[in-house]
């Protein structure tokens, strides 16, 4: 299930054991419609998620604890000129969790579907900035032609159960030929 993330929203996720897991993921499924990161425009979502199979506000015990995913909106590189950027990374609110596996999809939409240019992979420690993140970029092929891009990030702990929650980051529109 994918649960996407727009501008002014934080999404706190708390993780526990695999039990729980297991529990919070039937419980997201019964309680929302699916959205995968293709071709269906995003829906907003609560202010903020917790997945530690309890439903909002209730603290969890003895698992991964609680962070955010977060990432920058699709832009131009500031090193590679005629490049697009996408970022994804992870911070830690508290637990003992160390590090995450970030992937970060940068995705265009062409004919109302959205498609993978490229995919980036990273195990980082949570915070952000250039060592702590997982990037995607794209080679434009002219700077004239106008598209839709965004990214799609995801981010599982190390160590710990995944859910299926991924953030979407806001469209922008930028002059890019794919």
């Not at 995801?154 to 929650?165: A, K, N, R």
Request: glycine share 12%; hydrophobic share 35%.
């Amino acid at each position: 299930m994918t649960r996407p993330h727009l501008k002014g929203d934080i999404h706190v996720r708390i993780r526990t054991g695999a039990a729980s897991a297991a529990l919070a993921g039937l419980l997201a499924v019964a309680a929302t419609a699916p959205a995968q990161a293709d071709d269906r425009e995003p829906t907003q979502p609560p202010s903020s998620t917790y997945s530690n199979g309890h439903g909002p506000g209730v603290a969890a015990g003895g698992g991964v604890g609680a962070f955010l995913t977060d990432g920058d909106k699709v832009h131009f590189s500031h090193t590679v000129r005629g490049n697009i950027n996408a970022h994804g990374w992870w911070k830690r609110i508290n637990g003992p969790a160390k590090k995450a596996k970030v992937t970060v999809w940068l995705q265009v939409k062409n004919n109302g579907h959205w498609y993978t240019l490229n995919k980036g992979v990273k195990t980082v420690y949570s915070g952000g900035g250039s060592g702590k993140r997982a990037s995607a970029a794209w080679k434009c092929t002219n700077l004239v032609a106008k598209y839709s891009f965004r990214s799609v990030i995801d981010v599982d702990i190390v160590g710990y159960p995944d859910d299926d929650h991924k953030k979407i980051t806001d469209t922008q529109s930028l002059f890019c030929g794919i």
